[in-house]
């Protein structure tokens, strides 16, 4: 058992530390690129550091943070070969960070035998938290978060279509059959609470790295949307498939899987 407001507090002071005292006020210096147009920070290397050390105190297992992988991609094994493994994204949205967007967030995740099951988001600059347990719902400051049913009507349903190794045309089919099609905020702390709180109806991403993921998509699942690969099979971090369709509920799942893969 490990206290849930634990993991909160710690990615809380880690954004206190190492995150907010830097918003609009990176040096040049302290901006580089892991690959074209792959930004990194300092407050993401510090921040990783500060939330990793502290989260083995809760639950002692690897910590798989999304900077450490970038140095050694052969940390990502422990999602697959560890009973148990936490997963960390210090700065989602890094770029939205560096340009002085407020759409970023501090995520974290529990993985147990391959299946994410607890989650966090933080927005630290509105102060908004966002935890899951797997059974036990998510919630939003304390209040529980439901997602109620999308519209059956294609032409109602609003989504985003992330491009990236997504069949050819996906976005032009999208954009013919739904309301409104968007590229999102480019940060899954902001976009999956969009979709379970139900200003979004549906997204489809092409990559599908697991900092990225698991914490939103079984926020999702406990909302009562639904998270699938685009052949039907459930997400787990440490499979390496592309493509992932989130929606409200099966049916739009069904719908949005007919108008963008079929």
């Not at 880690?14 to 580089?32: C, G, N």
């Not at 439901?146 to 009507?153: V, Y």
Request: aromatic share 6%; charged share 25%; proline share 6%.
């Amino acid at each position: 058992m490990f206290e849930v407001d634990a993991v909160t507090e710690i990615l809380r002071e880690a954004a206190e530390a190492a995150i907010l005292p830097r918003f609009r006020s990176l040096a040049e210096d302290e901006v580089s690129e892991k690959g074209p147009g792959d930004l990194v920070t300092v407050a993401d290397r510090e921040a990783e550091e500060l939330i990793g050390a502290r989260l083995r105190g809760v639950v002692a297992a690897p910590v798989v943070g999304e900077e450490a992988v970038s140095a050694d991609p052969g940390l990502l094994r422990a999602l697959n070969e560890e009973e148990t493994a936490w997963l960390v994204d210090p700065v989602d949205g890094t770029r939205n960070f560096v340009n002085g967007d407020t759409r970023f967030g501090v995520m974290a995740a529990l993985v147990h035998r391959g299946e994410t099951v607890a989650s966090w988001i933080l927005r630290p600059t509105e102060e908004r938290v966002y935890v899951a347990e797997r059974g036990s719902g998510t919630w939003r400051d304390g209040a529980r978060v439901r997602r109620g049913a999308a519209p059956t009507d294609p032409a109602r349903m609003r989504g985003l279509v992330l491009t990236t190794a997504l069949p050819a045309g996906a976005r032009r089919r999208a954009e013919e059959a739904f309301a409104s099609v968007g590229p999102g905020a480019h940060c899954s702390a902001v976009d999956y609470p969009h979709l379970f709180e139900g200003e979004l109806d549906f997204i489809a991403f092409g990559q599908t790295c697991p900092w990225d993921h698991a914490p939103g998509t079984l926020m999702l699942a406990e909302a009562g949307g639904t998270s699938l690969r685009p052949g039907g099979d459930g997400y787990r971090p440490g499979d390496e498939t592309v493509g992932l369709l989130n929606a409200a509920d099966g049916e739009c799942w069904k719908t949005a899987r007919s108008l963008l893969f079929d």
